[in-house]
């Protein structure tokens, strides 16, 4: 049984540890090991996930038999008005497969819907085929592409899929 709650700010090392448990094989072959580090210590450091907090962004945790095992992370009123924005979405590779990550997104489009928010969208690497079917079987559709510098030679080459709530 999955049960999902939300992080108290204190709790967000455990965000961390399942993103540097999670991102070298859900990237293996997709980035470079530097590019994965880079990102990894850029976004799951933990002032950056205390200031994503204190900016209104939620992270759910979601735990089996009380082992965190997959985190999602979401911002209502995301840059474009009332569309709320998955910015994360992460299962430990043994936990795949398993609804999980259904749960979780399943959670935050309740979340976002109960705040009348119009759609929840996300990005997702364009290569990462993965991801991508799991989003378009859970009705996301893609809206565009986009390329994103994030520093030190590196770009974030992304699908950004939209669902309508």
Same mark, same amino acid.
């Given at each position: 049984?999955? @049960? ?17 448990? #999670?991102?070298?094989? #859900? ?25 994503? &907090? ?9 735990? &089996? ?12 009123? @995301? ?7 998955? @910015? ?36 997702? !690497?364009?290569? !990462? ?11 996301? &559709? #893609? ?16 699908? &950004? ?5």
């Amino acid at each position: 049984m999955v @049960h999902l709650r939300l992080l108290a700010k204190e709790e967000l090392m455990l965000i961390q540890r399942i993103a540097h448990q #999670t991102w070298p094989s #859900t990237f293996a072959g997709l980035l470079s090991e530097a590019q994965i580090d880079y990102m990894l210590n850029w976004m799951y450091a933990l002032p950056m996930l205390e200031s994503q &907090v204190e900016k209104g962004h939620g992270f759910l945790v979601a735990e &089996v038999e009380g082992e965190a095992v997959g985190f999602a992370g979401y911002e209502l009123n @995301h840059l474009e008005g009332p569309k709320a924005k998955l @910015h994360k979405l992460y299962l430990l590779p043994s936990s795949q497969g398993k609804g999980v990550g259904k749960a979780l997104l399943l959670e935050v489009a309740k979340r976002a819907r109960e705040a009348r928010q119009k759609s929840l969208v996300l990005n997702v !690497n364009k290569y !990462n085929k993965k991801a991508i079917d799991f989003y378009l079987a859970m009705g996301f &559709v #893609t809206i565009r592409q986009e390329v994103n510098d994030i520093g030190q030679g590196y770009v974030m080459d992304d699908d &950004v899929m939209e669902l309508a709530l």
